[in-house]
């Protein structure tokens, strides 16, 4: 007999049901790092409760995990136990490694329509370099840079020196730093780090200097002669000019060092630029690397990566997350909000980052200087080779060894990694 009570219970769980169908999400876990410093997860949470407004059947819990080698390690530890991320942003230079695990999907594989096509195709060109492998793409950019030299302005006028025009050849670069070099040691002319991502920096001076640090995935340069030249000039900068501190310059700290005035000029990521502009109280300038037989920087910083361990309704949902956080709209309030590149030229066409631009013109340099890149250093097995590279580079800074020594050595090493690969 169909009872007042069971027709309420009847009733109350289809209610039930109902209001559970309504709710579900598609649940994603998305880890990243910061590298630079400063309220980066601030702006990461803010884009995120944006999309999730727009998307309510997706809940992305939005992991900051540290550095990009913390990042991959964490990522990397919740694959093998067995509860992964769906995706995550971690180092462009990852992409070799991941293939190699095994642990990623390409994105040609997620793509379908010709709106996501024409998607894929819309960043800049030296950005996907480093996420482009085997003929598919398996990284898309997010928080992108490159190497961009900061100075002191007043430093500048105080040394006799014209502010608005910053040294464009390693020669002028000389000049002007030992000028701005006191010999009270209370400020140096110029500090480029030599910790964190010592290879980052070498980059840019090896191809300034004419030559890449690596031809392709399984091929180095360590010791080419004008890779070793480079090398020489950069030791000769503490050792012989006097412009920068002997040894090793921490990464770290060395945006404080410039904030404080301990250093007129630094070499740093473009990602510093928003904490640079807010805390600074002097006038400062962003410029161009200077170059040696040429200008030159690799791009660096994260990519997004889509773990191969998803649903098919997880990558669909990755998919939305990523497309919103790289639209021309994301990308332009991230870039104004970090000072990160927007990754694409339609993002440097919305309002905000237009506008934000000319009024504010050093945040146009990173883009600019996207004339002069390349990609960054990554090879097979990028871990273990990068690190023999960022010993051999310290190990001629502080003087343990020669730079043809070092190099020659870390060349030796990436050839033993690297031959199975050929």
Request: aromatic content about 10%; proline content about 5%; overall charge negative.
């Amino acid at each position: 007999m169909f009872t007042k009570i069971s027709y309420c219970l009847t009733v109350a769980l289809g209610i039930s049901m109902f209001s559970s169908a309504a709710i579900a999400k598609t649940e994603l876990t998305m880890y990243y790092p910061i590298a630079v410093g400063g309220k980066l997860t601030q702006a990461v949470d803010s884009i995120v409760a944006d999309f999730m407004a727009e998307n309510p059947d997706i809940e992305v819990n939005a992991i900051y995990s540290g550095n990009y080698d913390d990042t991959r390690i964490k990522a990397l530890a919740a694959l093998e136990s067995g509860k992964p991320a769906q995706l995550s942003v971690m180092f462009s230079i990852d992409v070799h490694e991941l293939r190699e695990l095994d642990a990623i999907i390409p994105f040609d594989d997620v793509v379908s329509t010709a709106e996501e096509k024409a998607w894929l195709n819309s960043f800049y060109p030296s950005l996907m370099e480093n996420g482009i492998a085997a003929g598919k793409t398996w990284g898309i950019p997010f928080q992108r840079s490159t190497i961009v030299m900061y100075y002191n302005k007043d430093a500048y006028r105080e040394a006799g020196l014209d502010p608005e025009t910053p040294p464009a050849t390693w020669g002028g670069l000389i000049a002007a730093a030992k000028a701005l070099t006191k010999d009270d040691g209370s400020q140096w002319g110029l500090m480029i780090p030599s910790t964190g991502y010592p290879y980052w920096m070498f980059g840019a001076l090896a191809m300034q200097n004419g030559q890449t640090l690596m031809t392709s995935g399984d091929k180095t340069n360590f010791d080419h002669p004008d890779v070793v030249e480079a090398l020489e000039v950069w030791k000769a900068m503490g050792s012989e000019h006097k412009i920068m501190p002997e040894g090793t310059i921490e990464w770290g700290t060395l945006r404080q060092n410039f904030l404080e005035g301990k250093t007129a000029m630094m070499w740093h990521s473009t990602g510093n630029l928003t904490t640079v502009k807010n805390n600074a109280d002097f006038d400062f300038g962003v410029a161009m690397l200077p170059a040696g037989k040429r200008r030159g920087t690799p791009t660096g910083g994260g990519n997004f990566y889509i773990f191969k361990d998803t649903s098919a309704e997880e990558r669909e949902a990755s998919m939305k997350l990523i497309k919103f956080m790289t639209s021309p709209e994301q990308s332009a309030a991230w870039s104004v909000a970090t000072g990160y590149m927007g990754v694409s030229p339609d993002a440097y066409e919305t309002d905000a980052l237009s506008s934000y631009v000319a009024e504010f013109p050093p945040a146009a340099v990173a883009r600019d200087q996207l004339a002069y890149a390349t990609a960054e250093f990554s090879t097979y097995q990028t871990s273990r080779v990068k690190k023999g590279l960022n010993d051999a580079i310290q190990a001629a800074l502080v003087g343990s060894k020669t730079p043809k020594e070092a190099l020659s050595e870390a060349q030796a090493a990436a050839e033993r990694i690297l031959k199975p690969y050929r």
